[in-house]
């Protein structure tokens, strides 16, 4: 068949109407604000992806033969999707700029000047009509083959059977040529990034301190990531300016990727550095999960170092250097083994030690941290001797116990903030709060966790293309517009584009500060003395205090 009788074959009314209607829901509100280029390319491929699944629909329904509609009925539909078409793209358009000054209002920005209609339909369109194209000769590809199959089979018979071959060779195409060569390219240059000596990060030259000429972990080995972890550990002075009661060199300990060949050999090589610089004669000993590259909030960490006066141990052990989603999808077992290698190494150690001489056991996690702590804890295991608490944050949406507190939540308590039980094992809070509630008191195990409302990782759901989320109904998170709307599978790419822009916002999305998880730490920890003022007071002190990395 001709690229022409290809092209003629791909047009449907219904399907632009379709089209048309994904791209004005495209720019509804969202959680995260978009430039236009982001927005347009979001709108074009929600058109393309609507158009194309009109398509797919009417092929299944000209293979099995049905009827359809054509004379003067099908003019007229043709005009009446075409004026339809123009009216939703118009009034999309106009709409624009106060749908995304309502997602920017939620978190606090400022409103835009302008949404760039013209622009965001023009690109858009160039992106859609690209897509259209692409569709149309893979069309042309699969017509080709069936004319092949033809010769040999059945017609219909052929007909599936060209689907499933030029599927087939199309994905080859992407997953070999394409995506290996990214991977490759991302491999190297995260490499590269992990192995950088940056020059105003400074080997520690206290003998117990992890990376120095004395440690087990050598300093080259350690990753840039962990070397920063390691370099800017809030000082004695510091912590001093907060805390009036005598102050420790707070412990960190940290083993990189490149330290040790296999999990279980870096786990075994942070508990002997540990055992080494006097980690488990602390009060307070966390064992850290980072995030896909190997970086440590320093926004959990120093507040931590703070309202413990440096009497605390950390251990964290890196699992990889490429970003949290390349990592999920590259080697997506390595977090988890590598998390919980590190966890039973220190924990089996732990229970060795007298009760009343050992220090206080928590877990934490930040995002795909969260996630690889959740998934190796084994809370019924450890029921004889169990840790003290956990405390995660920014937990993915399919993080094992974020998940299994969303789900199972108390009648009445929203998804974004809920309540879990008898609120003595579980609390979950956000920038605005929560800990405090209709709760009885804490139990002997204590776990918190830190979720914004506005975080489209912890808020994605595959299903929210088929339903709306539960996040979604009244009351809504303070940063969430109520001008936001559920749309079927537009919604869900909103998300999907959201996560990869949760970083940008400060206190919003993804992007957690280090004054949000004081009132957290101190749930956990309880702290001695510790007040409502006390936590005023820190957290002032890191309003003004400046991220280390």
């Known amino acids: 068949m001709k690229i022409w009788e290809t092209a003629k074959a791909g047009w449907s009314a219904f399907a632009l109407v379709l089209a048309v209607s994904f791209f004005g829901a495209a720019l509804t509100p969202s959680l995260m604000p978009r430039d236009p280029l982001v927005q347009a390319a979001l709108c074009g491929f929600a058109a393309a992806l609507g158009y194309e699944t009109v398509l797919l629909f009417r092929a299944v329904w000209r293979y099995l033969e049905l009827p359809e509609i054509d004379g003067r009925p099908a003019a007229w539909w043709n005009w009446a999707a075409l004026t339809s078409s123009l009216t939703i793209i118009a009034y999309s358009l106009t709409k624009a700029a106060s749908w995304q000054d309502a997602t920017r209002a939620a978190i606090g920005m400022m409103p835009l000047e302008s949404a ?72 190297a240059s995260f490499l590269a990034a992990d192995i950088l000596m940056e020059p105003d990060v400074v080997q520690p030259e206290d003998p117990l301190k992890t990376g120095s000429s004395a440690s087990l972990v050598k300093w080259t080995e350690i ?107 590259a080697h997506p077992d390595d977090g988890v083994d590598q998390a919980r290698a590190l966890f039973n ?34 809370l019924l295991d450890m029921l004889r001797d ?3 608490g956990a405390f995660w944050a920014g937990s993915p949406f399919f993080s094992r116990y974020w998940a299994e507190v969303r789900d199972q939540r108390n009648p009445g308590s929203p998804a974004w903030r809920p309540d879990y039980g008898n609120g003595s094992l579980i609390r979950v809070m956000n920038q605005y709060g929560g800990l405090e509630g209709d709760f009885l008191p804490w139990g002997p195990i204590r776990a918190v966790f830190l979720n914004y409302g506005s975080d489209p990782i912890v808020n994605f759901t595959f ?24 749309f079927p599978i537009v919604t869900m790419l909103q998300l999907v584009l959201d996560s990869m822009f949760a970083l940008d916002i400060e206190r919003f999305g993804h992007y957690y500060v280090a004054p949000d998880y004081i ?9 001695e003395g510790w007040s409502q003022d006390r936590a005023a007071e820190l957290k002032e002190i890191f309003s003004r205090r400046p991220a280390p990395f």
């Open 223 to 329: 990753g840039r990531r962990g070397r920063q972890f390691i370099a800017t550990a809030p000082t004695v002075k510091e912590i001093s300016e907060f805390q009036k009661r005598p102050v420790q060199d707070p412990i960190r300990v940290y083993v990189g990727r490149r330290s040790a060949d296999t999990a279980e050999d870096r786990a075994e090589l942070a508990l002997e550095e540990m055992i080494r610089v006097g980690g488990f004669e602390r009060s307070v000993l966390v064992v850290m999960v980072p995030v896909g590259t190997g970086w440590m909030d320093p926004g959990a960490q120093d507040t931590l170092d703070f309202i413990l006066a440096g009497d605390v141990a950390t251990v964290a052990v890196q699992y990889s250097y490429l970003s949290s989603m390349l990592a999920l999808v």
């Open 386 to 388: 169990p840790i003290h």
């Open 116 to 187: 760039a209609p013209v622009y965001i339909f023009l690109a858009g369109s160039i992106i859609a009509l690209g897509l259209w194209l692409l569709f149309r000769l893979a069309g042309v590809l699969r017509q080709f083959v069936a004319l092949q199959l033809e010769r040999m089979i059945p017609r219909r018979l052929g007909v599936v059977l060209s689907v499933a071959i030029v599927g087939w060779l199309l994905w080859a195409l992407v997953d070999g040529a394409l995506v290996r060569t990214l991977f490759k390219a991302a491999d």
């Open 463 to 486: 299903d929210s293309a088929i339903r709306a989320p539960a996040w979604l109904a009244e009351p809504r998170a303070p940063d969430v517009s109520d001008k936001l709307s559920w």
């Open 519 to 527: 009132d957290g730490w101190a749930a956990v920890l309880e702290p």
């Open 345 to 378: 190494a220190i924990y089996d150690h732990w229970t060795t030690l007298p009760k009343d001489q050992r220090p206080r056991f928590y877990v934490h996690g930040l995002s795909q941290g969260a996630f690889n702590s959740q998934a190796t804890l084994p």
